[in-house]
């Protein structure tokens, strides 16, 4: 949970930002909780439906209400609660379906699917910024799979494999930060907790640079 210090001023424009963002994300989440089962239905194997986006919008979901209470944003017109209410009848129909054999095996085909195009940009140290969004939400997906699997010699291997590639791309801080400035230069990544190192890169690189 990000904590607000005492006489930090809160941007009102980014505020409004993430709630109408908020807004959207708890719209997609509930077409998707609505029509995954058919999806998983129609769709056998590694091919098809994946199950990474639900799981990855469900947490940026998460992200955004706790920032949006710790900056104290209830209002008359943006309740909270409401959208907590509307989230908790969804999770309930989504948990009985992430309980089922066929999700599962697909969060473990995409969990390594996700390891291998994230070992791929550490290799090469992200492909240029045109991709560069887009190889940072593999990144967020394989944390939101990681989830719901438990560990076993598989899934540790997997672990291992990020690690290596998290330690390479953390040693190249600094100089990422400065290849990709612009995408670090507003706040609109605020409310991904701090463990989401490689959405606080310049908060990272700064200690990195403490360091030496």
């Not at 904590?3 to 001023?9: F, G, L, S, T």
């Not at 719209?27 to 998983?40: A, H, K």
């Not at 291998?116 to 140290?125: C, F, P, V």
Request: charged content about 40%; overall charge positive; aromatic content about 12%.
């Amino acid at each position: 949970m990000r904590i607000i210090k005492r006489n930090e001023k809160v941007n009102k424009k980014l505020i409004e930002k993430f709630k109408e963002e908020l807004k959207r994300e708890i719209t997609f989440y509930r077409e998707d909780v609505e029509n995954i089962e058919l999806r998983l239905k129609e769709t056998q194997g590694k091919n098809g439906y994946n199950v990474n986006p639900i799981l990855s919008d469900r947490s940026k979901i998460s992200f955004l209400l706790n920032y949006l209470k710790d900056t104290k944003t209830d209002t008359e017109t943006f309740n909270l609660k409401e959208y907590e209410k509307i989230l908790n009848f969804l999770d309930k129909k989504f948990e009985k379906i992430k309980q089922r054999k066929d999700f599962q095996e697909k969060c473990l085909d995409e969990l390594e699917t996700l390891a291998n195009n994230w070992t791929h940009t550490a290799q090469h140290t992200f492909s240029g910024p045109e991709n560069f969004m887009h190889d940072l939400e593999w990144r967020d997906e394989y944390e939101a799979i990681l989830k719901e699997l438990k560990d076993d010699k598989e899934i540790l291997k997997i672990k291992e494999k990020i690690k290596e590639a998290d330690k390479k791309l953390q040693k190249t801080a600094p100089q990422l930060l400065k290849r990709f400035h612009d995408f670090y230069e507003n706040s609109e990544w605020d409310y991904y907790p701090k463990s989401y190192w490689w959405r606080h890169l310049k908060e990272f690189a700064e200690k990195q640079e403490g360091k030496k």
